[in-house]
C-alpha cells in the first residue's frame, strides 16, 4: 500500500511538472523570454541590406505641385570642346565634347526648332514676371577653360545660340583658362553670361568661412568686371551644401545649379536645379 501510493504520488509529480513545462513552452518560449539585444545580433546577422533602387522620377504634374510653379527647360552642361587628338593629348577625353560633335548638335537643335533663352528668362519665369517659350534651352559651360572662346563660341554664335559660362574666378589667366581681358571681349555681345562657381574650384562641403569666402571673393571679383548680372551659380563637382545655399541668398544669387540629371526646373528648387550632362554623342540620344 505504502509503495502504491508513493508510485501515484511520483505519477502525479511527474504529470504536473510535465503539464508546467508545457505550459511554460506555450506561454514563455524560452528563445523568446532570454533573447537578449546581444544574442539576437548573434543568432540572426542582419543580411547585407538590400540594395535601394533608383527611385522613380516624379511627373512634370507631380514636381509643379511639390516644388511649382515649374518649366521644362533642358539645360545642357559642357565642359572642354576642342578636337579628340588635343582631348586625348591632355587627358581631358571625358570631360570633351569635339568640336565636330558640338557642331552637329547645335546645328540639329536649330534645325529642330530650339531656341536658346537668358538665364534672366528663368529668372523672371521664376519670380511669376515672364514666361519660357516651347522648345526653349539653356546652355552651360563649366570652368572657363580656353577652348570655350576657341572652339565653343563661333559655333555658338554660328547658329544664334546664348550660353552661360560659369567661372571659377581664381583660375582665370591661368594656361588652359581663359583670360579677364577675353572674358571681357566676349561679354560685349551680350550674348554670354559669365557667372560663379566659386573662386579656386572649392567643393562647397568645407567648413563654412571658407565657402562663405569662395563664394563671395568670385562674386566680387565678376562684380568687378561688370559681368555679375543676373546673378548665377553651378556647384563645382555637382556637390550642393546648406552653407552655400544661405550665402548664395544673402548675396542676392537667383538660380544655381548642379549636376543632377533632369529637365525639370522648379521655382522651389531655384538654387537645386538639374541639369543634362552631354557627352560626345549625337545630342537626339537625349531626347531632342
Ligand atoms: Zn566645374
Redesign the pocket.
Known amino acids: 500500500m505504502k509503495k502504491k501510493e508513493f508510485f501515484l504520488f511520483l505519477l502525479l509529480v511527474t504529470v504536473f511538472f510535465g503539464l508546467y513545462l508545457l505550459a511554460k513552452n506555450i506561454f514563455f518560449p524560452t528563445n523568446l523570454k532570454r533573447i537578449t539585444p546581444e544574442k539576437i545580433a548573434q543568432n540572426y546577422p542582419l543580411s547585407t541590406p538590400t540594395p535601394i533602387p533608383t527611385p522613380k522620377p516624379l511627373s512634370f504634374t507631380e514636381m509643379n505641385a511639390l516644388y511649382g510653379p515649374c518649366v521644362g527647360l533642358p539645360t545642357l552642361m559642357y565642359?572642354h570642346v576642342q578636337d579628340a587628338a588635343a582631348a586625348k593629348e591632355k587627358n581631358q577625353s571625358g570631360l570633351t565634347v569635339t568640336t565636330e560633335t558640338f557642331g552637329e548638335q547645335m546645328k540639329y537643335l536649330k534645325e529642330r526648332g530650339y531656341q536658346s533663352v537668358y538665364m534672366s528668362d528663368l529668372v523672371n519665369f521664376f519670380a511669376g514676371t515672364g514666361r519660357v517659350p516651347a522648345k526653349s534651352i539653356l546652355i552651360t559651360f563649366?570652368?572657363a577653360y580656353d577652348d570655350f572662346a576657341i572652339n565653343a563660341v563661333p559655333i555658338l554664335r554660328e547658329f544664334g545660340f546664348k550660353a552661360t559660362l560659369?567661372v571659377?574666378t581664381g583660375l582665370i589667366d591661368n594656361p588652359g583658362y581663359l583670360s579677364w581681358q577675353t572674358l571681357k571681349d566676349l561679354a560685349g555681345a551680350g550674348d554670354i553670361l559669365f557667372a560663379n562657381?566659386t573662386w579656386s574650384?572649392r567643393n562647397v562641403g568645407a567648413d563654412k568661412a571658407e565657402v562663405e569666402r569662395e563664394i563671395t571673393t568670385a562674386d566680387l571679383q565678376l562684380e568687378e568686371k561688370g559681368l555679375n548680372t543676373p546673378k548665377i551659380f553651378?556647384y563645382?563637382?555637382g556637390l550642393e551644401s546648406a552653407n552655400a545655399k544661405t550665402i548664395l541668398q544673402s548675396l542676392g544669387y537667383k538660380l544655381a545649379f548642379t549636376t543632377r540629371p533632369g529637365s525639370t526646373l522648379c521655382q522651389k528648387q531655384s538654387l537645386d536645379l538639374p541639369r543634362i550632362r552631354i557627352g560626345n554623342v549625337s545630342i537626339s540620344s537625349y531626347g531632342f
Do not use: C, E
Open positions: 565642359h563649366d570652368d560659369f571659377p562657381h574650384h553651378a563645382p563637382y
